[in-house]
Nanobody, 115 residues
């Protein structure tokens, strides 16, 4: 199983980026999918998640209204649309797929927001 995250880069404050995380090796339609981030010197934190069956979305307060998570079960992919980016959004973003006690992490993609 591999989770390949992409879409990170350098963007000015107020700009947008869309992250993707594509999984291979099995079907993940029954897995919850989510994004986490880790800024320099800080612990990894939850950003957003989308449930497996209901597709209900969950967001950290810090990104609510600016970020949108979505998924494509045919492509085994989860997306994170990030708008109105702020310098404090600078971090390595990781995707994670979970079901019960099983979980898989992607390798991370760096997002840098300049002021």
């Amino acid at each position: 199983v591999q989770l390949q995250a992409s879409g990170g880069g350098l963007v000015q404050a107020g700009g947008s980026l869309k992250l993707s995380c594509a999984a291979s090796g099995r079907t993940f339609s029954t897995y919850n999918m989510g994004w986490f981030r880790q800024a320099p010197g800080k612990e990894r934190e939850f950003v957003a998640a989308i449930a497996a069956i209901t597709w209900y979305e969950y967001y950290a307060d810090s990104v609510k209204g600016r970020f949108t998570i979505s998924r494509d079960n045919v492509k085994n992919t989860v997306y994170l649309q990030m708008n109105s980016l702020k310098p404090e959004d600078t971090a390595v973003y990781y995707c994670r797929f979970t079901r019960d006690t099983y979980y898989y992490w992607g390798q991370g993609t760096l997002v840098t927001v300049s002021s």
